[in-house]
């Protein structure tokens, strides 16, 4: 087992309460690369799989978790004045999704919940198209193939299945690319993901499964679903599997790194367990307070992945004011982008609704639409904004 060959000098992430009350059944470590406080610290597997990040990376690294969070509490006011009808935070979860968005490739292929909008901008998905379900203006919002990333999947776990699919095909393909899988605490408990893992190790697919344990799942504490860590429910599986300080982008990478390498060579799935903490609501129409202990929130406070970084880049001497700059321009304009995306977005008509929902002509999709156009059509609307012309 991989986790077998884990070295148990390393640190664990943080106090106790990381653990969220699991009994865990080995005692293997969490891999962290930097503490809280930005110390960097060896260990002795996973440094080699970043030893190449370089200053200038580390400084792109800390520009994209900054912009994602701005992006986060941008579309959050969006969503309190009025113009998203929901939102789902990912603050405190940067780490984990940058540090493994950008261990990927171009052509690999990713499928998430709906929670990975900092994997989509760095995937390079428009940020209106981030925006676009949330306001409800389409059932999708972009098209997977331009930035190979599927369109986010609120139904839980059921893209772990679509992500094994997709490792299949490429394994018939005969292609070195990856399927990478993102997923909470909560769907570990759904049959959709157990089914998953079940293929990807029969076909030895190359599949990565990236849990973000973000300790809760809506109101469910992570330590009702599992009495022992996430990680370790995949060696039942026979996937190896290992468990990284979430909040740690380099820790991430690195493990990410890892499991991508061993896909692309015939190695077969990885289950990687990134230990995070979701720092706001569910969704924005969650209230949190009232299921979980403000002091919680207060230790994974002291753990920020953003803060993090930034204290490393802080003793390496590269936090400097120009890099504070860029970065906050780059946030500035995003978040100007993104706002403007949203509120300059064409409102859908009623027709639409038909559009995309077979890619060949359906004779029976037809027959609704005629019979759903003259049904509008009867209001007799003088400016023909609900005729069938006015509707396209
Ligand atoms: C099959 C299914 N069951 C229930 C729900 C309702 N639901 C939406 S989010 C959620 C919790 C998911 O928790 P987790 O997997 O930990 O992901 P997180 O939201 O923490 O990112 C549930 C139960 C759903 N969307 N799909
Ligand atoms: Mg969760």
Redo the contacts with the bound molecule.
Sequence with gaps: MFTDELGQGGNAAGGPDNSAGHHSGTGESRVQLITPGGERVSHPQYDAWVRDVTDEQLGSLYEDMVVIRRIDTEATALQRQGELGLW?PLLGQEASQVGSARALRDDDFVFS?Y?ENGVAYCRGVDLADILTVWRGNASSGWDPYTVNMATPQ?????QTLHATGYAMGIQNDGADSVAITY?????TS?GDVNEAMVFAASFQSPVIFFC?N?H???SEPVRLQSHIRIADRASGFGIPSVQVDGNDVLAVMAATREAIERARHGGGPTFIEAVTY?MGP?TTADDPTRYRDANELEDWAAKDPIARVKGLLERKGLLTEQLEAQVAAKADAVARELRAGCINMPDPQPLDIFKHVYSTPNSWLDRQEDHYSRYLASFGDPEGANSEEGAR
């Design positions: 789902p919940s929670r609120i139904i839980i776990g059921a997923f909470g605490d909560g769907a759904e973000q973000n809760w799942a809506i979701r569910h």
